[in-house]
């Protein structure tokens, strides 16, 4: 039996439901750079209030951690740092899942999303310049230097709009992050 994997578990039933989301993270720069293997997938999820009540059945708790839905609205409203996991039990595979509209380049990244395929089918990934630039964030937060390597194989591997990420890092103070990514792309 084949092990299941991210997308299926955790995109697809999103896809079927018509909930709006994009795929970022380690899974995205796989998909746009070098793979590296990860057992969780980060989702920034858009949902219509009234979909909300599809969460318990589009991840069924015999299959599935989930949240109680109450939590999952709490999470929706927050203004920034909304976050909620959803767990597959038999494989310990994780989605991350990011409900917060605050990040002032998200309304450019959602606008801005593309459709790619994948082997588990056609997917929404975040545009690599906005992918880039949550891998920033989290360097700049953590200092885990896989980001800046993810970054590395996005700049290797995709055209981007520098002008755009200019204007990104400098908005938000990430120009030492940026330096030292860029740093590592050419190493």
Same mark, same amino acid.
């Given at each position: 039996?084949?092990?299941?994997?991210?997308?299926?578990? %955790?995109?697809?039933?999103?896809?079927?439901?018509?909930?709006?989301?994009?795929?970022?993270?380690?899974?995205?720069?796989?998909?746009?750079?070098?793979?590296?293997? +990860?057992?969780?997938?980060?989702?920034?999820?858009?949902?219509?209030?009234?979909?909300?009540?599809?969460?318990?059945?589009?991840?069924?708790?015999?299959? %599935?951690?989930?949240?109680?839905?109450?939590?999952?609205?709490? &999470?929706?409203?927050?203004? +920034?740092?909304?976050?909620?996991?959803?767990?597959?039990?038999?494989?310990?595979?994780?989605?991350?899942?990011?409900?917060?509209?605050?990040?002032?380049?998200?309304?450019?990244?959602?606008?801005?999303?593309?459709?790619?395929? +994948?082997?588990?089918?056609?997917?929404?990934?975040?545009?690599?310049?906005?992918?880039?630039?949550?891998?920033?964030?989290?360097?700049?937060?953590?200092?885990?230097?896989?980001?800046?390597?993810?970054?590395?194989?996005?700049?290797?591997?995709?055209?981007?709009?520098?002008?755009?990420?200019?204007?990104?890092?400098?908005?938000?103070?990430? &120009?030492?992050?940026?330096?030292?990514?860029?740093?590592?792309?050419?190493?």
């Amino acid at each position: 039996m084949q092990d299941p994997d991210l997308i299926e578990l %955790f995109v697809r039933p999103l896809e079927q439901a018509a909930i709006e989301y994009m795929i970022s993270g380690s899974v995205a720069s796989s998909i746009y750079g070098e793979p590296r293997s +990860t057992l969780d997938i980060d989702l920034a999820v858009f949902p219509d209030p009234g979909k909300l009540a599809l969460f318990p059945s589009l991840f069924p708790e015999q299959d %599935f951690y989930l949240p109680p839905l109450d939590v999952i609205q709490i &999470e929706c409203r927050r203004e +920034t740092r909304g976050h909620f996991n959803i767990i597959h039990h038999d494989s310990g595979l994780k989605a991350d899942i990011y409900p917060s509209r605050a990040h002032p380049d998200l309304p450019w990244a959602i606008r801005n999303r593309r459709r790619v395929a +994948t082997v588990g089918g056609d997917v929404w990934v975040a545009p690599p310049e906005y992918l880039i630039l949550m891998k920033l964030e989290f360097f700049r937060e953590g200092s885990q230097p896989k980001h800046l390597r993810d970054i590395a194989g996005v700049l290797a591997q995709q055209e981007i709009d520098r002008g755009w990420i200019a204007g990104a890092v400098a908005k938000l103070c990430l &120009e030492k992050q940026w330096e030292e990514a860029v740093l590592l792309s050419h190493s």
